[in-house]
């Protein structure tokens, strides 16, 4: 194992700062102040503060600098200690329950579930009776009181981690039982550890002064937080600080564990915090530029740039580049590309549904309403959006379990979708959902109304969602990647779907279809629009494009499926036509064209200069490439 | 033909379900009888869609799930009745490949020490053997050696991907799992891995079961390909056969369902939805969606029989149309 390399991180300056001071100054006590915390002077007590007595003298006239350092002494060192028992026993014991299971698991789980079963503060209350007050006692009690808790979280963090593939793989290796647990598991689950250790060592001081406070503690008159709050309680009226002092040691103390162990835990995720947090608040309404749409058009995207921010210091990313996208009117343009090209964010544009932290730094954005007055989402405020959404364009998503309620029926929810655009009794929008259930192809349509999500299958869900987009019957529908998690049956009977609903939709049908898939998009799509790095490289008539590619990154994407190549076979020495390299991350982009160090065509002036999208001579279809047929001319033109 | 590296006869596996009422629990099964073989060299491709049971068979295969009945002989011994530690002496001849390269590998562990788990578990190239080794993997996998000291986070799912094929190679095994090895790939990176895959096959002579929900990806790499269909075969052959002249009518309605540029003739279509593994139909599972399904069909579970040149089939009928014409 081994922790990111990075020399201190700079989140846990302050608060390791703050835990030095504080443990140093209890510890360094004597070098603080000479007075001692046992010390009687019963002529000074109360006393306020003086110099030899900054924090003044309690009941008995102690020093009570000297009494709240000592005393934060035995409570820190009772605190630790029996944290880090409660934490090494409990951790123990959930993991070897939660990965060996069987009889490991339940003698582990029933002791714990024992402990937790008293009430915490009666069964302190009844081991310190029986043993007697005094540090060790007040240690056992604690660890023993805490460490069901870490058993329990180890138990399920280990149940979870151990699912994952990585442990699987360990044991496929036939590594030993004892360095997965420790070497494998131990680390992935300390951060929810560290997080529990934190609360923990914060209650064991609480309850540290608690049962000092009641004089089950430590023994007076050694020094304790508790006992000083026990002392200082009668006097309060006349001497608050007596309470204030051993209080605000409490605090600060708590605050600081907290904060230590909360910055620890996310430096110790190996992922760092790199994403950080949304800096941009989403946009209201920025003087709404008026939208505009060209006659025959859906929707647009017009030199459309989306830009990443980084923060202050870093320069924004642009994730999307000068993107214009049209999608004709009741037809279905494919948008294709690889993960990371850009496509589901172009999507999501439409949708003005950008994570806070992506904004369009330029280009319009335009979508038909049912009115057929145009409108860009991104810039309207939040209300008049969602008033769009839903009714006027929708989307459907990859994975339909994740984007319906789970404890919510099926029908309720359609219901509460039609409810939010349209004014309909309860009963009319119950048939209008039960009819839109039944066109979706959805047997038992009633009795489906009354389902709950899960009691679905993938593809009935799918459907669902499809029908829940065209509640409102909106003129566009964007499907992002709506096949990709079902089985190629299914697949083949949503896409299916999909056309049928198209052709009979009777307002009409504008589709932008989002896909990986080339061979499903040539099913489906009437346009297709290839993205590669978040840009266009080619865009055509579906059909034209897919039979005679102009863009090596389209010709290459052919070339790499193996079922457009049955001819081939890996037996007979074979190999697929794969694009070498990855594709370049969004702040790494090549100068040039982006594609050019995966080309195989590429030369020398790909590095030079940035290719237009080339216009074809009939104007269908464009590629961005100066080897591409149409380029050539077009350079032409530029030249002359 | 000489001994298969893999053979598998009547395993049976199912799962605890806690069932209706408070106490009660039942079973549900996921693989019912299933017999395989895997020759030393062979590439065995396992095609089904979810629920099928194709995952668990390749977990059982390796013994990393229990099976409730049946015998997995590897190089011909019975698994079950190996100890502890002749088990994981075994365990380096066998290994697996996950579907997702963010889970499979430990966020926490650097490449150098994911491949060193694997190799110092066995005790291969130890001490100053070590290092080369380690960059001698790296590069069969087509990653520089300089990415030995990063984390899994800084790679891509492809990359990740190779990472993970590596491990399990590093222990030079006879056989190999790889459970949805592409699927969670982009088809660029896809084709990559399936080069690799097909190279390394080519180079070292070792066996695959090859596990995937996409027919086409299975035959490229596949010798012979098994359908399986709610826990039974329902055909099993040689890889072009089985893609090309599918004898049953699920792997029929599989190829047509299959998405390509050109529309393809005749389209099987399925109807409804994949039974619940808990309350399958009788007789022939496939029955109640197949198109061509009889009475006969619900009598008695179908027979794999012999339809060709190393060709089973299970179902009943002769005159099904198989969609390739």
Known sequence: MRFPRVSFPRRMILPSLLLVLLIGSMFAAPLLTSADPLQIAISKRLAGPSWAHPFGQDEFGRDRLARVLYGGQVSLSVAFLASFIATAIGTFIGLVGAYFRGPFEFVAMRVSDVVLFFPPILLALLVVTIFGPGVYTMIAVLALLYFPSFSRIAYSETLRVSSLDFVEASRALGTKPRRIVFSTVLPNILGAISVQFSLTAAATITVE???????????????????????????????????????????????????????LRDVLDPKGLEDGKDSVSPTGKNGAAPAELADGNAAELRGLTLSLSRGKKAEPVDLVRDITLTLPRNQCTALVGESGSGKSLTSLALMGLLPSAIRPS???????????????????????????????????????????????????QMVETLQAHRKTTSDEARKTCVAALDRVGIPEAERRFESYPHELSGGMRQRVMIAMALLCEPKVLIADEPTTALDVTIQAEIIDLLRDLRANQEAGLSMLFISHNLGIVADIADRVVVMYSGEIVEEGPAGDVLSDPHHPYTKALLESMPSLH????????????????????????????????????????????????????DATRAARCLFAPDAANALKEAVS | MSRPLLEVVGLTKSYPISGKGFFRTGRIPVLRGIDLTIAPGEVLGLVGESGSGKSTLGKTVLKLAELDAGTVRFDGRDLASLSKEQLRAVRKDMQIIFQDPYASLDPRK?????????????????????????????????????????????????????????????????????????????????AQVLNLLADLRQKTGISLLFISHDLSVVRFISDRVMVLYLGRVMEIGPADDIHFNPAHPYTAALVSA??????????????????????????????????????????????????????????????IPNGAE
Not at chain 2, 277 to 300: I, K, L, Q, W
Request: aromatic share 4%; charged share 25%; net charge neutral.
């Open chain 1, 209 to 263: 002064s608690g049962l000092s406070f009641l004089g089950l503690g430590v023994v007076p008159p050694a020094p304790s937080w508790g006992q000083m709050i026990r002392g200082a309680r009668a006097m309060m009226e006349q001497d608050p600080l007596g309470l204030f002092v051993p209080c605000a040691a409490l605090c600060v103390t708590i605050y600081s564990i907290n904060l230590f162990c909360d910055r």
């Open chain 1, 362 to 412: 330029s280009g319009h954005i335009a979508i038909e309403r049912k009115s057929g007055a145009p409108v860009d989402l991104v810039s309207l405020a939040a209300k008049e959006a969602e008033k769009v959404r839903g009714n006027d364009i929708a989307m459907i998503f990859q994975e339909p379990m994740t984007s319906l309620n789970p404890v919510l029926k099926v029908g309720a």
């Open chain 2, 258 to 319: 299959e998405p390509g540029l050109t529309p393809k003739p005749g389209r099987v279509r399925l109807s409804g939805e994949i039974p619940s593994p808990a309350n399958p139909p009788s007789g022939c599972v496939f029955r109640t969606r197949c198109p061509y399904a009889m009475d006969a069909c619900a009598a008695e579970v179908p027979k794999l029989r012999r339809v060709g040149e190393a060709r089973f089939s299970a179902c009943i009928r002769d005159d």
């Open chain 1, 566 to 617: 049955d001819e081939k076979h890996s037996a007979r020495g074979d190999r697929l036509g794969a694009i070498a390299g990855t594709p370049p991350l969004p702040q790494a982009r090549l100068s040039g064209c982006a594609f050019r160090d995966r080309c195989p065509i590429a030369r020398d002036a790909c590095a030079e200069t940035h290719p237009d999208l080339y216009l074809a001579a």
């Open chain 2, 110 to 190: 650097t490449i150098r020490a994911v491949l060193s788990e694997a190799l110092d578990t066995h005790k291969l190239h130890m001490g100053e053997r070590r290092e080369p080794r380690l960059k001698e993997l790296m590069e069969m996998v087509g990653l520089s050696p300089e990415f030995l000291g990063r984390l899994p986070h800084e790679f891509s799912g492809g990359q990740r991907q190779r990472v993970g094929i590596a491990r399990a190679i590093a222990v030079e095994p006879r056989f190999i799992v790889a459970d949805e090895a592409v699927s969670a790939l982009d088809v660029s990176i896809q």
